[in-house]
């Protein structure tokens, strides 16, 4: 049975994170641009039809904007629906169930050490020590009640798991183009974007590319979930 994705877009303009998503998903996904004002259908309205949600990265704060969404996120975990955030996700789900996000008044921009924290089967076949494209000027600094910590590095959380909710900080999607385009994209001083760009390399990008085994965990774990509220006619009974 091939899965159904619903994936937010929370990014603004043209960028690349619809096509990295629906590259990274070997799944049907079916995307919602947020910044537009497109929210998918809530788990218990007729018009569900996914098994699980991927909602996308963003250039703006979790905490300036889209309150909509944040209702409907609540209703994603109250049903048990697997969810994935990344970057400006991760942010969104911990902020929406009770976490708290700040700015951190500098970025995280570049390839960067991530250590895993226990096991969860989202990080089945990735590194103890792995590397990931980061890019954000917020973090998570407190996570939702009964959240659990899965990934960390020096700056803060880079993964945890609330429920059926998981958040990853770190961007598995990104290849190298677009690696390039967030970093030329960036108001920052010359030498930290000289320093940035020169760590875009054929290894960087290659250690990398093993965080992708996250979306294909996620899709296992999507397949064998058993949501506790979806609508007649969706997921339950396909």
Known sequence: MSLEIAVVDASVGGTPARRNLERELSAST?????????????????????????????????????????????????????????????????QALGGRVVDMHEYELGYEQIERVGADPLFDGVDETFTSFETH????????????????????????????????????????????????????????????????????????AATKTVFDNFLEIAATSQPTVVARGARGSR
Do not use: M
């Open 30 to 94: 079916t995307v919602f641009a947020a910044s537009t004002g497109e929210i998918p259908p809530t788990p218990t309205s007729p018009e569900w039809t996914f098994d699980a949600v991927v909602v996308s990265g963003s250039q703006t704060a979790v905490y300036d904007w889209i309150h909509e969404l944040t209702e409907w996120g609540r209703r994603v975990y109250e049903a048990g629906v697997p969810a994935l955030g990344i970057c400006w996700g991760h942010q969104f789900f911990a």
């Open 137 to 208: 000027s917020d973090r998570v600094a407190a996570l939702p009640p009964g959240a659990t910590v899965l990934a960390r590095n020096d700056v803060g959380v880079q993964a945890y798991r609330v429920g059926d909710t998981y958040g990853v900080q770190f961007h598995p999607e990104y290849d190298r183009e677009t690696a390039t385009w967030v970093v030329d994209g960036k108001d920052l001083p010359t030498e930290r974007l000289e320093a940035v760009r020169a760590g875009i390399t054929d290894d960087a990008v290659a250690a990398a």
